[in-house]
């Protein structure tokens, strides 16, 4: 255990983490302190008197600027933001979604300080493998690649609205790691239906599927 902070640097110690968001699991390692009774005690105390804010039992933010991608990866981990929110940022798909979606080891729907986290499950060889994974701050992203892959993988039919500028190269360096001998020609068909002259962009230069 790390040595615990001595009275009032408590608080101080939890602002000054480079996360936003935190669980009672992170406190016991950033306070030394492995009794959960004092733990909680002590965080409700802080939320009660607004100096922190209690996101859901067992997480807390340091105040309402918190990430919300961050806080979607923490509930259910391993996990990282991929689907349609890396889809609509990526230019890949048009349609604005306010919900987050997260890869994870788990398929629930949950709502968090009015915020909709949709998490879809993985099998864990996936889930595990850090091919096309970015890890930003505190929290884990996929590429668009690798979003487009993921949403291959779960969905039997779905409608891309621009493939452009998705890598060809990327998205077959990616492709083992599913362990999907189908996806391969599921991908070649969706290349070929977003392309009439059957050729893509990669790395800035044509190339034929």
Known sequence: MNQKPVKGEYLEVLLRAHQTVFSTKD????????????????????AQAGKLVRMRRGFYAKDNAYDRLELATRIYTPAYISFETVLTRSGINFQHYDTIFVASYVTRDIEVQGQKISYVRMKDYVLSNTAGIEHSGAYSIATKERAVLDRIYISKEYHFDNLGSVSRDAIFEILPIYHNKKMKKTVQEYFQQYSAEDEYVSGGKKTNV
Request: proline fraction near 0%.
């Open 27 to 46: 406190v016991v390692l950033l306070w030394g302190e492995d009794n959960g009774k004092i733990i909680a005690s002590r965080l409700h105390a802080y």
